[in-house]
């Protein structure tokens, strides 16, 4: 038993392994985290569909109704109308949800507008609406 | 003889394996990056595809107890509405419904909850897949 603990021959390649196996543990585990992060970006930018179920237009407002009918949830980011970045009401849909998005807009009567609505992940929907006469 | 040698030195030398092991598993992880990305893709295609193969048509609407719209599906897939519009000047109502119709099916759907405005007024339908449909009336 004296004998061994005071053999030290043989440790520093004991060492060296472990530490070489620790490395190599933690920069799979850094790849595979890496993997799992692009891998959800991508599936997540390419997961969203949104559609414009109805514009309205209302005194001083243009109000929007939005379904989600893609596969992750989508959070409304900017909308522009005719180009212009527009002040609206927060709005987040689930999947296969829908909701009322109103944007503050002084809108003339019988005149197109090119209304576009774009989402955190940078997907966008843009169509030409008439407003009433 | 010669090839027992090359075999006992090829054993014995060990030279290069890390390098296999990084490439082997470099690989493993670009394969999993591009068949994840690839089947995501193509599941998301086929969203798009049966999206386009959607028809779904309002050929009638009627003022009865309540009104009866009749909607005809012209396309090759099943669709399922899952909302419908009652749009004049005035009012932009919406409405929750579910309806099937089947590939090349005519259905007539009667709401009693539902009266027409007077005058002109658009009837709209929305697909669960993002289609919709348009019906001017008055």
Request: proline residues 1%.
């Amino acid at each position: 038993m004296r004998k061994l603990s005071r053999n030290r021959r043989g440790i520093t390649p004991v060492l060296s392994s472990l530490l070489l196996t620790v490395i190599a543990v933690a920069g799979m585990s850094i790849a595979i985290t890496a993997t799992y992060v692009i891998t959800d970006e991508l599936h997540d930018n390419m997961g969203e569909r949104l559609i414009v179920e109805d514009v309205w237009f209302t005194t001083g407002q243009i109000s929007l109704y939005l379904r989600n009918v893609g596969k992750v949830s989508i959070k409304v980011a900017a909308v522009y109308v005719n180009r212009t970045d527009q002040t609206f009401t927060s709005l987040e849909l689930e999947q296969d949800k829908h909701g009322w998005l109103t944007v503050t807009y002084g809108w003339s009567a019988d005149s197109a507008y090119e209304i576009k609505v774009v989402t955190r992940r940078g997907t966008n929907v843009v169509d030409y609406y008439m407003s009433p006469s | 003889m010669l090839w027992t040698i090359t075999c006992r030195r090829l054993k014995r030398d060990r030279r290069g394996i890390s390098n296999i092991i990084v490439i082997a598993l470099s690989l493993v992880i670009i394969l999993a990056i591009v068949s994840n990305i690839v089947l995501w893709n193509y599941e998301m295609n086929q969203v798009d595809w049966e999206k386009m193969r959607e028809n779904v048509i309002i050929t009638n609407v009627e003022r009865v107890t309540g009104s009866q719209f009749t909607f005809e599906n012209d396309g090759g897939l099943t669709v399922h509405l899952v909302s419908l519009w009652i749009i004049n000047s005035t009012d932009h109502q919406r409405y929750d419904i579910s309806v099937f119709i089947n590939s090349a099916e005519t259905k007539n759907y009667l709401r009693d909850d539902i009266s027409l405005p007077t005058g002109s007024y658009t009837v709209k339908v929305i697909t669960e897949r993002g289609n919709t449909a348009v019906y001017s009336g008055s």
